[in-house]
């Protein structure tokens, strides 16, 4: 079977054997983009079913985002801006405005989310995918105040968006 924990940990030992930089950082990208995608088909299969019963039938769902590309960034000391090749790191006012911006749901929110840098998505998705596994596993997904639809949307549009960046850049 297939597990993307073991997947992670064969890419950071061909990350650790290249040699070109350039190299290094397209393999840390093609496993983004594969996290990426897997994360959005999730969120798609959750936003396109019934989100109550989801949750209360198959919470397990919420606790298979994956955040082993986050992880594996944070072991091998690299950080996103620099794989993305964005000149800043995120700044925490900018993702608490792309938070704003999402939960309006305004028709302009995919593209404001055009708008902002691969990292500042990246970082964006992968808080709220740690966030919805935090919340799967304290059987807390029922709390109506978490507008689990408006998150699912939100990590669906973010990985969406970075997925077409990412594979126009290849």
């Known amino acids: 079977m297939f597990n993307l924990s073991d997947t992670f940990r ?7 054997k290249a040699t070109d930089q350039t190299e290094r950082y397209q393999i840390l990208r093609y496993a983004i983009i594969a996290e990426s995608r897997s994360n959005n088909d999730i969120a798609n299969i959750v936003v396109n079913g019934d989100i109550n019963e989801v949750a209360n039938r198959y ?4 606790g298979q985002f994956s955040t082993s590309t986050a992880d594996l960034l944070l072991s091998i000391g690299v950080p996103a801006k620099t794989v993305f090749g964005d000149k800043d790191f995120p700044k925490e006012k ?6 704003e911006e999402a939960e309006k749901g305004d028709k ?3 593209a404001f ?6 990292s500042e998505l990246y970082e964006f998705y992968i808080r709220k995918c740690n966030l919805l596994k935090s919340l799967c596993n304290a059987n807390a997904l029922s709390i109506p105040q978490i507008r689990l639809t408006t998150r699912c949307n939100n990590i669906a549009t973010a ?12």
């Open 159 to 170: 990985t969406r968006i970075l997925c077409i960046r990412l594979t126009q850049n290849e």
């Open 94 to 99: 900018d993702l608490e405005q792309i938070d």
């Open 10 to 16: 064969l890419i950071a030992e061909r990350f650790d």
């Open 108 to 110: 302009g929110w995919e």
């Open 113 to 118: 989310f055009e708008q902002k840098t691969s």
């Open 59 to 62: 919470p397990a769902i919420f």
